[in-house]
């Protein structure tokens, strides 16, 4: 006991020094950060510029975007959001960022590595310019416009299940028509397609298939982009941290299931055409590599991910912005229905690419709603970027929130005037880019397209649709967490089957 009490004086004595030198390598980190800094010049909020954390609160809050919204609207068109971080919105900075060039900004690690399920990489996460090229390439004749054709039938076969059960939640008087809600139901079509195409099998949620497997999917990837920018967030026992870690290997054993099944009903002859079935069988000459099975479960889901959120939230959108306006609406409708007339042939893709107030609608919902419009953050290798070097290793990104409401380039840029894209300019092509540009675009751009107008055409097709009163713009605020989707989880519409005599 008195040996105890003599040793602990001089031990707690050394924490006031080793207390001190810590506080001023803090202190001196802070000061060299925010006034001494290769990056110093650039303005940015002054915590920003000092620790990471600025961000990752933004983050977590589920305000990353508008946040740096927010900061290009008070410092200009480039900001400092982190102590080695730059983001930037001018139309010069997007092809230095994410143009093809022979001194790429590759993808950020950090960020990027935050979506493995396996820890092997995704055609959307790699950060390995050979990697990424290798698996494009083994990609590239599924997610071809041609490829994406192919499947159809199996969109068609959905969307046809899709609209029965609106036209069953329909009476035929149209006096007692009731609200439906489409935010669950249009999810689930998506969810429908996109696992036939990944799996060869769909979840079929649509006629009360099982989706504990896309219910965990959804926890997971709704939480990961977190892990990369906060490491920590992976081991955080609460909440949807802690729900995304339990549903990690559950998704691993559910999806390599639906690989070995349908491995055995390629084998026995019994598997239907999809993108599975092009991955499984693909080969890649250059490299005479094929998928390893982790990369088929990580690519597999990706595509679950990217192709049913994504074109779920543009269609819910695209239904409420047209629905609040009836000019917009009618336009639309008689461009539909004059190219479709016939209520029992379901549209066709090769015809409804071709209408073009269709496409200005879908611009223009993508311009002012896009489901992505997020950082892509890269890393510079040291490099002219915005007229400015910028140093190797330095993050920087493009946002294309900002750029896509840019008033020197778009007109009124909060208004929805879909007849701005009529005639384009050359640089609202450059400032508007839903899919990503360069060799790191979307690789499911065209399934996407092909998925959303289809079902679009259907709906104006066959439905009359309006707007539920309850609907307000606070429950269609984007939430802004991976996929930027209506915070209300809400989309209450009145249907009425159209008749024509």
């Known amino acids: 006991m008195f040996y105890a009490l003599t040793l602990t004086p ?15 390598s803090i202190l001196y980190a802070a000061i060299y950060r925010a006034f001494f800094h290769p990056l110093a010049k650039y303005p940015g909020p002054l915590l920003a510029k000092v620790t ?16 740096r919204y927010e900061l290009h609207q008070r410092y200009g068109k480039v900001v400092r959001t982190g102590p080695n971080e730059l983001c930037f919105a001018d139309a010069a ?51 071809s416009e041609r490829g994406v054709l192919c499947f159809h039938d199996e969109i068609r076969i959905m ?28 999810h689930n079509l998506f969810l429908d397609i996109t696992s036939q195409l990944s799996f060869g099998k769909s979840f079929d949620i649509l006629i009360g298939g099982d989706h504990d497997g896309a219910r965990d999917i959804e ?74 099975v982790n990369e088929l479960i990580e690519n597999a889901v990706i595509f679950i991910i990217a192709g049913s959120g994504t074109t779920a939230a543009t269609l819910l959108y695209l239904l409420y912005e047209v629905g609040r306006r009836l000019e917009i609406q009618g336009k639309l409708e008689r461009e539909v229905r004059a190219t479709f007339p016939d209520l029992d042939a379901f549209p066709d893709f090769e015809t409804a690419t071709k209408l073009p107030y269709l496409n200005c609608v879908v611009q223009e919902v993508l311009r002012l709603r896009a489901p992505i419009p997020t950082v892509a953050p890269r890393v510079s290798p040291g490099k ?3 007229g400015e070097y910028v140093p190797a290793g330095t993050i920087v990104s493009n946002l294309a929130y900002t750029t896509q409401r840019d008033g020197s380039v778009f007109h009124n840029p909060d208004s929805f005037i879909p007849e701005r894209w009529e005639h384009p300019t050359a640089e609202m092509k450059v400032m508007h880019r839903p899919f990503s540009t360069g060799p790191r675009n979307c690789v499911g ?13 259907a709906l104006y097709q066959r439905f009359e649709i309006s ?16 996929v930027m989707t209506p915070v209300a989880k809400q989309l209450w519409v009145r249907i009425r089957p159209r008749k024509v005599d």
């Open 219 to 292: 926890t997971y990837f709704n939480i990961c982009p977190l892990f990369g920018v906060f490491p920590v967030a992976r081991y955080l026992p609460f909440g949807p941290f802690k729900a995304a870690r339990k549903a990690q290997p559950r998704i691993i054993r559910f999806v390599r299931s639906c690989i070995d099944d349908f491995k055995v009903r390629l084998s026995q002859g019994t598997s239907q055409a999809g993108l599975l079935r092009l991955m499984v069988e693909a080969k890649d000459e250059e490299t005479n590599s094929s998928f390893s």
């Open 467 to 482: 707007l539920d009163p309850r609907m307000t713009e606070d429950m269609m605020v984007q939430r802004d967490q991976g």
């Open 159 to 186: 969307v046809e299940r899709y609209l029965s059960i609106m036209s069953q939640s329909t009476p035929t008087i149209a006096k007692t028509e009731p609200a439906v809600e489409l935010h669950d139901l249009t």
């Open 52 to 67: 990471g954390l600025y961000m990752v609160n933004q983050a977590i809050r589920c305000r990353d975007t508008y946040t």
């Open 10 to 24: 001089p031990y707690v004595s050394l924490w006031a020094p080793l207390g001190l030198l810590a506080a001023l």
């Open 445 to 457: 751009m065209h399934l996407a397209r092909v998925q959303l107008l289809l079902t679009v055409c």
């Open 384 to 386: 002219v970027i915005g």
């Open 93 to 143: 900075s997007i092809k230095d960022i994410y143009g093809q060039s022979s001194e790429p900004c590759l993808k950020a690690p950090y960020f990027y590595d935050g979506f493995t399920l396996t820890g092997t990489s995704s055609v959307f996460s790699s950060t390995d310019r050979i990697g990424h090229a290798r698996m494009r390439r083994l990609l590239s004749h599924g997610f």
